[in-house]
T-cell receptor, first 114, second 113 residues
């Protein structure tokens, strides 16, 4: 089955710890994205990558880091510098190029900082 | 002004009703438009892409008015299973920024028996 997987589904972290969220896709999409969603709010873009070994900051990149060493994988690290990391984290991927490039989402990771 | 603004919800409707969601966007350079559906505590899922000529998929009809920078979604004959939050989504701009999507805050729909 083609799709996007995220792990873990739930993650608990102590304050001051870094944590890495996994995102893998087998859709052969060039572009991948990380979003954050807080209760009752829309999605906000953290980082995105349109090609391997390249990525750009989104609207709320502070306190986060990413890497894109493989086309299939786009892990997100939530660092201790992120002031309010408790949220629902969503990874997405899409084709690039002209036309409509719909984004498809993984099931998400719920991060709770204790 | 928000880049993508949707009707504030929630919408509470009886089964069988017709319901319409409205959305406006601020960037006239946007070229791709979508409606996503998000169930409680789940990921958003693509419902429909919205094309200039308008498009229909079963009970769902999407319309785009570029001049007014306005998008709509009409759901006919509402089902209980239509209960969800509906997200209006617009791409940020053309060119190499075109992949970036801007999500509205969503409009919650609750269909009651």
């Amino acid at each position: 089955d083609g799709g996007i997987t995220q792990s873990p589904k739930y993650l608990f972290r102590k304050e001051g710890q870094n944590v890495t969220l996994s995102c893998e896709q087998n859709l052969n999409h060039d572009a991948m994205y990380w979003y954050r969603q807080d209760p009752g709010q829309g999605l906000r873009l953290i980082y995105y990558s349109q090609i391997v070994n390249d990525f750009q900051k989104g609207d709320i990149a502070e306190g986060y880091s990413v890497s894109r060493e493989k086309k299939e994988s786009f892990p997100l690290t939530v660092t201790s510098a992120q002031k309010n990391p408790t949220a629902f984290y969503l990874c997405a991927s899409s084709r690039t190029g002209g036309g409509y490039n719909e984004q498809f989402f993984g099931p998400g990771t719920r991060l709770t900082v204790l | 002004r928000k880049e993508v603004e949707q009707d504030p919800g929630p919408f509470n409707v009886p089964e069988g009703a017709t319901v319409a969601f409205n959305c406006t966007y601020s960037n006239s350079a946007s070229q791709s438009f979508f409606w996503y559906r998000q169930d409680c505590r789940k990921e958003p899922k693509l419902l429909m892409s919205v094309y200039s000529s308008g498009n229909e998929d079963g009970r769902f009809t999407a319309q785009l008015n570029r001049a007014s920078q306005y998008i709509s979604l009409l759901i006919r004959d509402s089902k209980l299973s239509d209960s969800a939050t509906y997200l209006c989504v617009v791409n940020k701009a053309a060119g190499n920024q075109g992949g970036k999507l801007i999500f509205g805050q969503g409009t919650e729909l609750s269909v009651k028996p």
